[in-house]
């Protein structure tokens, strides 16, 4: 089965500056690629995907993400991070299996 | 506002008692997933549906029961809860298996005492 792993449990970024976000999956094929987005007492809301064509692909809240099969990566980037950001992330990884796995979080922290 | 509706947002049960949580979406969507949370863990898939009528099991499956008798809603059933099913609970649903993502409801947050 498909896995996924997010090597950073938290983050802190100061507001303005620039975020990535690390993910590496597993999969024998190209699989189909998802970051979600969590706030605090809320459900995951998806901020973007990748399943084929361009590698980098845009997504909402002026996130994106590139999709590298070399390095079985797919790394969330956003420019200049803002307060309202602070949030948990998820990378998720399907193979069209109705098995979709989730790495552990990602949290976020914007200091002032 | 569409999409999913879980009920109830929060909840206490005793060792032994059961539960059934309720997941409602208004998006005519063919699937339905039930994913348990736990810190450090990521989402975890219970159990799954692709359709009226369907269930299939998940990665945890066990102290777990589910139905689909409407193809709007997805119940998940503690037989006989137990501390190990203290979590938060999400439901989730999307148009097909593919490269859709999925839409999920707010969460329901359980605690066996």
């Known amino acids: 089965a498909q896995s996924v792993t997010q090597p950073d449990i938290h983050i802190t970024v100061s507001e303005g500056a620039s975020l990535e976000l690390r993910c590496n999956y597993s999969y024998g094929a190209t699989p189909y690629l998802f970051w979600y987005v969590q706030s605090p007492g809320q459900g995951l809301q998806l901020l973007l995907k990748y399943f084929s064509g361009d590698t980098l692909v845009q997504g909402i809240k002026g996130f994106e993400a590139e999709f590298k099969r070399s390095q079985s990566s797919f790394n969330l980037r956003k420019p200049s991070v803002h307060w309202s950001d602070a949030a948990e992330y998820f990378c998720?990884?399907?193979?069209?299996?109705?098995?979709?796995?989730f790495g552990a979080g990602t949290r976020l922290t914007v200091k002032p | 506002n569409a999409g999913v509706t879980q009920t109830p947002k929060f909840r206490v049960l005793k060792t032994g008692q059961s539960m059934t949580l309720l997941c409602a979406q208004d998006m005519n969507h063919e699937y339905m997933y039930w994913y348990r949370q736990d810190p450090g863990m990521g989402l975890r898939l219970i159990h799954y549906?692709?359709?009226?009528?369907?269930?299939a099991k998940g990665e945890v499956p066990d102290g777990y029961n589910v139905s689909r008798l409407k193809k709007q809603n997805f119940l998940l059933g503690l037989e006989s809860a137990a501390p190990s099913q203290t979590s938060v609970y999400f439901c989730?649903?999307?148009?097909?298996?593919?490269?859709?993502?999925?839409?999920f409801g707010s969460g329901t947050r359980l605690t066996v005492v």
């Open positions: 998720a990884v399907g193979a069209g299996n109705n098995d979709m796995r």
């Open positions: 989730a649903s999307s148009y097909t298996a593919g490269p859709y993502g999925y839409t």
């Open positions: 549906s692709v359709g009226e009528g369907t269930t």
